[in-house]
Nanobody, 122 residues
């Protein structure tokens, strides 16, 4: 009923930039918070950045000042602009959203994207 399609990952050199996108589609009534998580090999999934429907944001300390999360509500899309990338940013990045469906607009469920690989290496 809901699909999250991510794009924008890839291989980049240290100090470079990438922009991730995540577009939600389906029988959507409303989208609340949207965010990005990442999971490096052998580590637990962690929050990178999150943005509310009102535009309030929060970031992991490790990415503050380098990453910027934004959203386009008309397109049901969330973005993650990643600058000054470091090798330790290498991970699979997952989009996560809180969505209510047309058939039950009072209930919010968490949805995950399929993940996109970001590799920072020279």
């Amino acid at each position: 009923q809901v699909q999250l399609v991510e794009s924008g990952g890839g291989l980049v050199q240290p100090g470079g930039s990438l922009r991730l996108s995540c577009a939600a589609s389906g029988s959507i009534f409303r989208i609340n918070a949207m965010g990005w998580y990442r999971q490096a090999l052998g580590k637990q999934r962690e929050l990178v950045a999150r943005i509310t429907s009102g535009g309030s944001t929060n970031y992991a300390d490790s990415v503050k000042g380098r990453f910027t999360i934004s959203r386009d509500n008309a397109k049901n899309t969330v973005y993650l602009q990643m600058n000054s990338l470091k090798p330790e940013d290498t991970a699979v990045y997952y989009c996560n959203t809180d969505i209510s469906l047309i058939i039950r607009p009072w209930v919010y469920d968490h949805y995950w994207g399929q993940g996109t690989q970001v590799t920072v290496s020279s």
